[in-house]
């Protein structure tokens, strides 16, 4: 009751007046946090009705307190006459573009300029969609643990599981449709990889397709070859070695000659000149079938890249993982007018 009444009583106009009132009473070693734990050795049949005497004391001071903040208390405002109105603006810093999302734009707008258009699907997969349209065997290695993410085992399209590349995405296209297509697919991709200077659990594709009556083999170089001069500049060389993909036939690599020796040799290219930075190759008729289109009518290529190693290739980073740590001081030195 002491309290009350000093409470009720109680008004200020200023501001540090109230504030010592504020941790007086209030405060976390103020008078009600005592009381309060004082109430927590008191006997339970007292505590239902001293609890009920203090909650209402404690409203009460609050009430005081959200009172006076509100009604009586000036709020300290600044002075316009005190104030330098010449003294420059403070500067706000503008952010910066992540490199691998400058690095996407650029891809897709060369692609673009050859008449592809984007395409986006679904992270989270079935099995027919990464997997058995694309002409991967049953037992095939790239089902493995070792390299998919699975979600869950079963269901109508098989197990669920993370895309581990965009190829899944042309599945869907070609389901949807019938060609001519041209398209390519920029999206993130997951790998059950330990996480190194190399390699990661995630990272992100450009895969591209191109269906129509006669596209041959031709035609997915010279798309190639126009992409890389666009991206790297006029002069970078280009050579295909033959790979192996479930899904094309014939399939390819393709490497370029090194951007940043410029051929002679260095820690990029492993001192060789070369770069390899896609795949690709005609997609196979197994895979044109299973998403009912007609083989004997349709032909044409198809190409997937890592967007990372694209992107180490323009910036020399050479450690995948300062793309995922968002350190500031690495993003911020990829500030564009863009
Ligand atoms: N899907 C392949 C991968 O992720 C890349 C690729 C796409 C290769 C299309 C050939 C044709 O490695």
């Not at 009473?25 to 339970?44: M, Q």
């Not at 891809?107 to 099995?127: M, R, S, T, W």
């Not at 070369?274 to 690709?280: F, K, R």
Request: glycine share 8%; aromatic share 12%; hydrophobic share 35%.
């Amino acid at each position: 009751t002491q309290y009350t009444e000093e409470i009720n009583a109680f008004s200020t106009e200023k501001a540090d007046e109230l504030e010592q009132f504020r941790i007086k009473f209030l405060g976390t070693k103020g008078i009600i946090k005592d009381i309060f734990d004082e109430f927590k050795a008191v006997s339970p049949e007292e505590k239902r009705t001293l609890g009920k005497v203090l909650n209402e004391f404690k409203q009460l001071a609050e009430a005081k307190y959200q009172f006076l903040k509100e009604n009586n208390v000036a709020e300290e405002s600044v002075k316009v006459a005190d104030a330098d109105l010449t003294l420059p603006g403070e500067g706000f810093e503008i952010g910066a573009r992540h490199p691998l999302a400058l690095v996407r734009r650029e891809i897709i707008e060369i692609f673009n300029k050859l008449g592809f258009v984007v395409a986006e699907g679904p992270e989270i997969e079935d099995d027919w969609h990464n997997f058995s349209a694309l002409n991967f065997p049953e037992e095939h290695p790239a089902r493995d643990m070792q390299d998919t993410f699975f979600i869950k085992k079963g269901g109508e399209k098989g197990d669920i599981a993370l895309r581990t590349h965009t190829s899944s995405v042309q599945v869907r296209m070609m389901e949807a449709g019938q060609p001519p297509f041209r398209a390519i697919m920029p999206g993130r991709v997951y790998r059950n990889e330990a996480i190194s200077a190399r390699a990661h659990c995630f990272f992100h594709q450009v895969e591209g397709l191109y269906l129509d009556e006669n596209v041959s083999f031709a035609d997915l170089k010279q798309t190639l070859f126009y992409f890389v001069q666009e991206l790297y500049g006029e002069g970078t060389k280009v050579r295909f070695r033959p790979s192996y993909f479930p899904f094309t036939e014939p399939s390819a690599e393709m490497d370029i000659s090194c951007t940043i020796c410029k051929g002679d040799g260095c820690n990029m290219c492993k001192y060789s000149g070369w770069v390899e930075i896609l795949g690709c190759g005609m997609v196979d008729p197994n895979v044109l079938e299973n998403c009912n289109i007609d083989s004997k009518k349709y032909s044409g290529f198809a190409f997937g890249m890592g967007i990372e190693r694209i992107a180490n290739l323009k910036f020399e980073i050479k450690d995948l993982r300062l793309f995922s740590e968002n350190d500031v001081r690495f993003l911020k030195q990829y500030k564009t007018s863009l």
